[in-house]
Nanobody, 121 residues
């Protein structure tokens, strides 16, 4: 059972933008690092972006650096992945995840259900 609720993805043309959101509860949001993963068909799941709870460390995979941005709204217990200049190779199922000290340990305790993002050429 998903403990985080993701917004719907969608079909976007190459060069377009899409913002994903991930709604959490206080328990799964507060004091947790946050991350966005993706998994394309036939490929392993990869970490796309992450943000520590303290806000002092942000990570982006090389393939998305400069195009994607992770952010959060503490008042709404929600975090986001803004995706710009989308490419067909960004097509994947995207998952949000949180966990205590997850950025350091690599272990995310809470996961969203996944949402499909398809970028057409």
């Amino acid at each position: 059972q998903a403990q985080l609720v993701e917004s719907r993805g969608g079909l976007v043309q190459a060069g377009g933008s899409l913002r994903l959101s991930c709604a959490a509860s206080v328990r799964t949001f507060s004091n947790n690092d946050m991350g966005w993963f993706r998994q394309a068909p036939g490929k392993e799941r990869e970490l796309v972006a992450s943000l520590t709870w303290s806000g002092d460390n942000t990570f982006y995979a090389g393939s998305v650096k400069g195009r994607f941005a992770i952010s959060r709204d503490n008042a709404k217990n929600t975090f986001y992945l803004q995706m710009n200049k989308l490419k067909p190779e960004d097509t994947a199922v995207y998952y949000c995840a949180t966990g205590p000290l997850a950025r350091r340990s690599g272990t995310y305790a809470y996961w969203g259900q996944g949402t499909q993002v398809t970028v057409s050429s």
